[in-house]
């Protein structure tokens, strides 16, 4: 018995890589403190040594919390959590990753005259996310909407080897780090109707104290 072919049968993950899609996303910036100092100081073979020793902990470590490094900036990364894989502890797996990314940058050994540092924006919202302009994999994984905006607004104001949270994370974090509240903040995009970005300071809670041992500072 035979078959008549009819017409092509359109493959399922070449369509899904095709077509935008709605997401829920915790996005962290991460910036590398005094990078423009340091490239001044620094031979260019040396500066390229401690910027690929920066990208591959960062890389490293949002790998192992299932986050998906999305771009390098230079002396910046952007990285989303909840794309392509989605958990229900994205933003506590988004802050572990900030955590141990300073921890990791700290220790690095390079030519610096000084230990390394970065700072951390972290926001978590519905975005557009995938091939938006359909011209091929460079935009593949372009994302669309205000939370990478307000990561980077919180990574300007984190001071160095710190992580700034926005409400919109925070209240999925509960009392797993310990919070210090930094106020509303007006930025740049943010300001209209008496509008803020409002930003907390995280740390992490020794892994001894028990959940119900949290609290906020």
């Known amino acids: 018995m035979g078959w008549l072919l009819h017409r092509l049968k359109q493959r399922p993950n070449r369509c899904s890589r095709d077509e935008a899609e709605r997401r829920h996303l915790t996005v962290m910036i991460c910036d590398l403190v005094g990078s423009t100092a340091l490239s001044a100081r620094l031979d260019p073979e040396d500066m390229r040594a401690v910027t690929d020793a920066y990208h591959a902990a960062c890389a490293r470590i949002t790998r192992t919390y299932d986050g998906f490094l999305a771009e390098f900036r230079g002396d910046g990364i952007l990285a989303y959590f909840g794309y392509p894989i989605a958990h229900e502890d994205d933003a506590e797996r988004t802050v572990r990753a900030g955590l141990d990314i300073i921890a990791a940058v700290a220790r690095l050994e390079t030519r610096a005259a000084e230990p390394l540092a970065v700072r951390i924006g972290i926001a978590t919202g519905v975005v557009v996310i995938g091939d938006l302009s359909r011209e091929g994999a460079l935009r593949e994984h372009a994302v669309v909407g205000e939370t990478p905006n307000v990561a980077a607004r919180l990574q300007a104001?984190?001071?160095?080897?710190?992580?700034?949270?926005?409400?919109?994370?925070?209240?999925l974090l509960g009392d797993l780090f310990h919070l210090r509240d930094l106020g509303r903040h007006e930025v740049k995009g943010y300001c209209r109707a008496g509008r803020g970005v409002g930003g907390r300071r995280a740390c992490p809670i020794p892994r001894a104290a028990s959940r119900r041992s949290a609290r906020r500072v």
């Open 157 to 171: 104001l984190a001071e160095p080897g710190t992580i700034v949270v926005a409400a919109s994370t925070r209240r």
